[in-house]
């Protein structure tokens, strides 16, 4: 019972990290109905800056805060420059900017970095807290930051104006322009947002899998898997499949299928949502019309 | 085939077989891989480029063929051109199989599944239950085939990577033929129909449930049949050589070398094989960090591809000497 205690616990702590990437992918979703494939990248590239701030002696919350800024300025131009010129092409040329943004950002990283794995600091005590035995210090930190990053975003997005302008920008376009919105930084906006989220949960995630440009990999197809799982239009669902993703993962991988095929638990679950119920848990259900 | 057709065909054909006679082992080795990229391409093309379906886990068909073959070669001693019309078959039939809950999928849905599938394929391959057949992390060694003797009756000897080169573009030849006259028949073109508007063509009595799959099944046996023969050529396979970066690169290849062309592949595979190994001088990181520029670069300016680019510089020398014509009357 303690094993499985621990895996379930475990499994909220990746959960948590998982639940903010899945959090950014649906904050790009909800503005322009584009899955980002290269957001773990992103997070991957903004935790090797937050890496070389700590390296220059940087405290480590005062390179996490500018990281993020960083992360959402680095978004923010990233839609403008890059994504901008392929915003009304087909999915297939949409496809293909994403997958060359992932190439280029993983292969600069290792160009600056070399490809050699780092180790990357957590802020929180190496002693459990409150003396458990269950959860490390840092399992409980990532845990909260993602509660407190979820937080803000629902305060940001329900009781500011410039919330409500990006709810109405990604609901409809055209109505948000005709009120003087302007539905295009709107969606810079969103990136910038989806960047620094992502920036977080790299962070987070950095100490247990360590830093190396290919380790958003697996974070990435977990967190696809959650936003799909709790609907890829709704920010809590996702939040909600995080944390089902990293229990589902840790317990099915510890004591049913093995750890060494942790990665098929995305695919089949992708997969499974996808043809039995695309719109996931809580997601919209989207009807086409001819 | 019209004589206009044919003669730049012949020309082509020429220089491939005159090729590996004047180039040293190791590029005729590069120009088999050339050939190898090629077959997979055209594959991938077909469902990306003809039929508007989306994958980006094309690598995993790929390494499912490369398994078939060193499997077979290893464990059963099956000679090696037997090893391809089994990886085409399993590859025919786990790609149709995949295609069936891929017809719910639209778009980017689809390239998300296929995304997953070419992302966690390593890692299936190292399954230890399968250990027994894949060898695990290890992989598989084969040997590479000597040429037939009869060659060397004839008093024409070929070395081992002269004989495979020519073999594969035996092979790249049947497949070529095989994709064209399939594009080019009823179809290529319902397969069309579903990319450009998928209710009219319904409506238009096209299957699209079956043209779909059966797409994924065709498309995932060429690139099966490719990747055995890679697996021959480059007598070894691993997991972590069918990481996700595989599919990536064929995905770059049909977006360089021109979407929805059968020339095309040719151009991608060129492109695949060798700016790597130019790039590979600056460094490690270089190949990539270019393939993304390019990548960028050709959606932004030529999405036609090479093929495209090809296609208009021979249209406007086409209607100049059209125009010139008629002014001389």
């Given at each position: 019972?303690?094993?499985?205690?621990?895996?379930?616990?475990?499994?909220?702590?990746?959960?948590?990290?998982?639940?903010?990437?899945?959090?950014?992918?649906?904050?790009?979703?909800?503005?322009?109905?584009?899955?980002?494939f290269?957001?773990?990248?992103?997070?991957?590239?903004?935790?090797?800056?937050?890496?070389?701030?700590?390296?220059?002696?940087?405290?480590?919350?005062?390179?996490?805060?500018?990281?993020?800024?960083?992360?959402?300025?680095?978004?923010?131009?990233i839609?403008?420059?890059?994504?901008?010129?392929?915003?009304?092409?087909?999915?297939?040329?949409?496809?293909?900017?994403?997958?060359?943004?992932?190439?280029?950002?993983?292969?600069?990283?290792?160009?600056?970095?070399?490809?050699?794995?780092?180790t990357?600091?957590?802020?929180?005590?190496?002693?459990?807290?409150?003396?458990?035995?269950?959860?490390?210090?840092?399992?409980?930190?990532?845990?909260?930051?993602?509660?407190?990053?979820?937080?803000?975003?629902?305060?940001?997005?329900?009781?500011t104006?410039?919330?409500?302008?990006?709810?109405?920008?990604?609901?409809?376009?055209?109505?948000?322009?005709?009120?003087?919105?302007?539905?295009?930084w709107?969606?810079?906006?969103?990136?910038?947002?989806?960047?620094?989220?992502?920036?977080?949960?790299?962070?987070?995630?950095?100490?247990i899998?360590?830093?190396?440009p290919?380790?958003?990999?697996?974070?990435?197809?977990?967190?696809?898997?959650?936003?799909?799982?709790?609907?890829?239009?709704?920010?809590?669902?996702?939040?909600?499949?995080?944390?089902?993703?990293?229990?589902?993962?840790?317990?099915?991988?510890?004591?049913?299928?093995?750890?060494?095929?942790?990665?098929?638990?995305?695919?089949?679950?992708?997969?499974?949502?996808?043809?039995?119920?695309?719109?996931?848990?809580?997601?919209?259900?989207?009807?086409?019309?001819? | 085939?019209?004589?206009?057709?044919?003669?730049?065909?012949?020309?082509?054909?020429?220089?491939?077989?005159?090729?590996?006679?004047?180039v040293?082992?190791?590029?005729?080795?590069?120009?088999?891989?050339?050939?190898?990229?090629?077959?997979?391409?055209?594959?991938?093309?077909?469902?990306?480029?003809?039929?508007?379906?989306?994958?980006?886990?094309?690598?995993?068909?790929?390494?499912?063929?490369?398994?078939?073959?060193?499997?077979?070669?290893?464990?059963?001693?099956?000679?090696?051109?037997?090893?391809?019309?089994?990886?085409?078959?399993?590859?025919?039939?786990?790609?149709?199989?995949?295609?069936?809950?891929?017809l719910?999928?639209?778009?980017?849905?689809?390239?998300?599944?296929?995304?997953?599938?070419?992302?966690?394929?390593?890692?299936?391959?190292?399954?230890?239950?399968?250990?027994?057949?894949?060898?695990?992390?290890?992989?598989?060694?084969?040997?590479?085939?000597?040429?037939?003797?009869?060659?060397?009756?004839?008093?024409?000897?070929?070395?081992?990577?002269?004989?495979?080169?020519?073999?594969?573009?035996?092979?790249?030849l049947?497949?070529?033929?095989?994709?064209?006259?399939?594009?080019?028949?009823?179809?290529?073109?319902?397969?069309?129909?579903?990319?450009?508007?998928?209710?009219?063509?319904?409506?238009?009595?096209?299957?699209?449930?079956?043209?779909?799959?059966?797409?994924?099944?065709?498309?995932?046996?060429?690139?099966?049949i490719?990747?055995?023969?890679?697996?021959?050529?480059?007598?070894?396979?691993?997991?972590?050589?069918?990481?996700?970066?595989?599919?990536?690169?064929?995905?770059?290849?049909?977006?360089?070398?021109?979407?929805?062309?059968?020339?095309?592949?040719?151009?991608?595979?060129?492109?695949?094989?060798?700016?790597p190994?130019?790039?590979?001088?600056?460094?490690?990181?270089?190949?990539?960090?270019?393939?993304?520029?390019?990548?960028?670069?050709f959606?932004?300016?030529?999405?036609?591809?090479?093929?495209?680019a090809?296609?208009?510089?021979?249209?406007?020398?086409?209607?100049?000497?059209l125009?010139?014509?008629?002014?001389?009357?």
């Amino acid at each position: 019972m303690d094993a499985f205690l621990h895996q379930v616990l475990a499994g909220l702590a990746t959960g948590g990290i998982y639940a903010s990437v899945a959090l950014a992918l649906v904050m790009i979703y909800q503005a322009t109905h584009l899955v980002n494939f290269a957001q773990g990248e992103l997070a991957m590239f903004s935790t090797y800056i937050a890496w070389s701030l700590i390296n220059a002696g940087m405290p480590y919350w005062g390179a996490f805060f500018l990281t993020v800024g960083f992360s959402f300025v680095l978004g923010v131009v990233i839609e403008r420059v890059v994504i901008r010129p392929v915003e009304n092409s087909p999915v297939l040329a949409v496809v293909v900017v994403f997958i060359a943004l992932l190439v280029i950002l993983n292969s600069i990283t290792g160009w600056i970095y070399s490809y050699t794995i780092k180790t990357f600091p957590s802020p929180f005590p190496e002693q459990p807290l409150f003396g458990n035995k269950f959860m490390s210090s840092h399992e409980i930190g990532a845990i909260g930051v993602t509660l407190v990053v979820l937080l803000l975003l629902y305060a940001f997005f329900r009781f500011t104006p410039l919330g409500l302008a990006m709810r109405a920008a990604a609901q409809n376009p055209e109505s948000s322009r005709l009120v003087g919105i302007r539905v295009g930084w709107m969606l810079a906006l969103g990136w910038g947002l989806a960047a620094a989220i992502g920036s977080v949960a790299g962070m987070m995630v950095a100490p247990i899998v360590f830093l190396d440009p290919n380790m958003m990999g697996g974070v990435l197809l977990y967190a696809f898997a959650a936003a799909l799982v709790g609907g890829i239009d709704n920010p809590a669902g996702a939040v909600f499949g995080g944390f089902l993703v990293g229990v589902l993962e840790n317990v099915l991988g510890a004591f049913v299928i093995g750890n060494e095929l942790k990665l098929a638990v995305a695919l089949v679950l992708i997969i499974g949502v996808l043809t039995v119920r695309p719109s996931g848990f809580f997601g919209r259900v989207h009807v086409t019309r001819v | 085939m019209t004589m206009r057709k044919l003669a730049p065909f012949a020309v082509l054909m020429l220089i491939a077989c005159v090729l590996p006679f004047a180039v040293s082992e190791y590029r005729t080795f590069q120009f088999t891989l050339v050939l190898v990229y090629a077959i997979a391409l055209l594959g991938l093309n077909i469902l990306t480029g003809f039929n508007g379906q989306i994958s980006l886990g094309h690598g995993a068909f790929y390494a499912i063929g490369a398994y078939c073959a060193a499997i077979l070669m290893d464990k059963y001693g099956v000679p090696y051109w037997a090893t391809l019309p089994v990886a085409g078959a399993a590859c025919l039939l786990v790609g149709f199989l995949f295609g069936l809950p891929a017809l719910r999928l639209e778009g980017l849905y689809l390239a998300l599944a296929t995304f997953a599938l070419g992302v966690s394929l390593p890692q299936l391959l190292k399954y230890h239950h399968l250990e027994a057949w894949t060898g695990g992390v290890q992989g598989i060694t084969i040997t590479k085939p000597d040429a037939p003797a009869l060659f060397a009756e004839l008093g024409l000897p070929l070395n081992q990577d002269q004989w495979l080169y020519f073999f594969t573009l035996a092979v790249a030849l049947a497949m070529f033929a095989l994709g064209a006259n399939l594009l080019r028949g009823r179809i290529g073109r319902a397969m069309m129909a579903i990319r450009d508007n998928h209710v009219a063509a319904e409506a238009m009595g096209v299957n699209n449930a079956m043209v779909k799959s059966l797409t994924f099944g065709v498309s995932a046996m060429f690139t099966g049949i490719a990747g055995a023969l890679g697996a021959i050529a480059v007598q070894f396979v691993a997991p972590d050589s069918f990481n996700i970066f595989l599919s990536i690169t064929l995905l770059i290849g049909i977006v360089i070398g021109g979407l929805a062309s059968i020339s095309g592949a040719i151009y991608g595979a060129l492109f695949i094989q060798f700016v790597p190994n130019i790039a590979d001088e600056i460094s490690k990181a270089a190949p990539w960090a270019i393939f993304g520029l390019f990548l960028l670069g050709f959606i932004y300016l030529m999405p036609g591809g090479f093929a495209g680019a090809v296609r208009m510089v021979f249209t406007r020398t086409g209607m100049a000497q059209l125009r010139r014509k008629r002014q001389n009357h």
